[in-house]
Each structure stands twice: as C-alpha cells, then as structure tokens.
C-alpha cells in the first residue's frame, strides 16, 4: 500500500492502474476508521482491483460551532488498519491541496431539495460540502465504483442524486450498517462518549426497534409515531435532533400506502450528536 498527499501522484498512480485494466474503487473517509470503514474497504476489494481510500477532514461540511478542530486525525492508525485490509493507496490531502484558494473562493456543488431535510436542516452548508468534495474527489479519480456506508442514508441518497444529476460514469454501492454488539452503529463519533454516555448510547437503535415494532404490527399514524420516538429518546436521555419517518427514495414524510419507509433519528447524547436509520417494507 502507498499513500499520497498530492493529487498529482494520486491521478499518477491511478491512472497506470487504469493503463493496466484495472477497476477502480474508491472509499472517501475522513479517517478515525473503525470497523465499519474497513467494511466498506472489503466490499470494495470485491467489486475492483484496485482500491482508493481518501483520508480528508473535510472542513467545508463542518459548521462554525462543530468538531472540525476537534475531530480526530488518526493517519499512521488508519495506515495499518487499511494495510490490514488489502487496500492499495491511500490519498491523504492537506486542505490547502484540495483548497488552494480557500473555501471562500470554492466553487461549490448544492444539490437542491434532498439536502434540505433532516441533517441538511440542523447543519445548513453540510451536504453542500458534501458534495463539493466528493464531486472533486470523484474527479480526481474517476473510479469505476465507490462505496458509502448506509449509517448515513439522506448523504447516500444526496450522493446518488448528484451521480444522476451530473452524469458522473460511476456506481455508487451503499454498504449496510456495522453495528457494535449492543447494537450501536459503528462511528468516529462514538469516541468521544463519556463511559456513562456509552451505557445510555444503544437505546438509539433499541427506539428505532421499538418504533418499528409498533409499524409492523399495523401502526400508520407516522407523525404520532415520530413523536412518540422523540419522546423515548428524551425519557433515555437524549437531546432528539429529529426522529421522521420517510418514504426511503424521496425522504420526504412517509404516507400510510408507502411500500418502503426509513426511520432517521439523530439525537445528542451530552455534547455528542448520533445518527442511525432503520429501513423497512409495509
């Protein structure tokens, strides 16, 4: 495995490989990997033959009161995890080389509508940078593929709007939920839980059961239903961002004859917001 800093020894690199024949995956992370990424990893060395991880604290998704200074930039660790893993380069820019006339003077990509809901709603400018940065990403290395995990359903469905929408030649391939024994989904975030916190932090998901639960059984007052999700959340001792009930292609609220719904919920947990989804068929 070799990694590199400059885009120019990234489309180098790649582009002997794709001189070979080779199918290019790509994985873009912002590092801190867990098991869940190295999932993704392992897919992706199923679907090519030559894998492209990008390790990039993506300051232009961050808002001004998050974690961007904070978030944990782990690259030697991410290296051997990676290496374990059968992954071929990785791509580990500084933000003067993805940004080198400053965010303000970025051209930006905005997908409209889908990245009005649910996160795009609590952090306004996130899915814009989202998107910006994978757009460019997707330029750098023009892969045949590239993977996302499904913990972060409405940025998958923003991904494969913007694929559509810009005729970007590439599959997107969502890679299901890794999930810890007690079921809390796998996510850089969780490292900055308090020990108490990481007790509390699996009834996120067990709400998520219960809601569906009530679902399956025949319940299809949705907006009550999201109500009463938030108002578990609280009795658990989350702050609840959102708990909604959503028709799984468009995002918007669920009716009672949709065939295919998602639960999104993200919810803080002290200083710690959470994110999870659970899908379903009616």
Do not use: W
């Amino acid at each position: 495995m070799i990694t590199v800093h400059q885009i120019s020894q990234l489309r180098n690199e790649v582009r002997q490989q794709r001189a070979q024949g080779k199918r290019i995956a790509l994985v873009p992370t912002m590092g801190n990997l867990h098991e869940g990424h190295l999932q993704l990893v392992r897919r992706a060395r199923e679907l090519a033959d030559f894998v492209a991880v990008s390790i990039f604290v993506n300051p232009m998704q961050f808002g001004a009161n998050e974690d961007f200074d904070s978030y944990p930039r782990t690259l030697e660790q991410d290296q051997e995890k990676l290496t374990s893993v059968g992954c071929d380069l990785v791509f580990a820019p500084s933000a003067n080389e993805v940004y080198p006339q400053g965010l303000d003077q970025q051209t930006q990509v905005v997908v409209p509508a889908l990245t009005e809901l649910h996160c795009g709603a609590s952090r306004p400018g996130h899915f814009t940078g989202v998107a910006t940065v994978v757009s460019m990403l997707f330029n750098m290395v023009q892969p045949d593929v590239a993977l996302f995990g499904e913990k972060d359903f409405q940025q998958l469905a923003v991904i494969r709007k913007l694929v559509r929408d810009l005729c970007f030649p590439i599959q997107i391939e969502g890679v299901p939920i890794m999930r810890e024994a007690d079921g809390l989904a796998m996510s850089s975030r969780n490292g900055y839980l308090s020990e108490e916190e990481r007790k509390i932090a699996p009834r996120l998901y067990q709400v998520l059961q219960q809601v569906r639960t009530a679902i399956e059984q025949g319940e299809r007052n949705y907006a009550q239903l999201s109500e009463v999700g938030k108002t578990l959340l609280t009795q658990s001792g989350f702050r609840p961002d959102y708990f909604n009930i959503v028709n799984s292609q468009t995002l918007q609220p669920a009716q009672s004859d949709d065939q295919d719904i998602t639960l999104l919920v993200a919810a803080y947990l002290g200083q710690t917001r959470l994110i999870d989804n659970l899908s379903l068929k009616v």
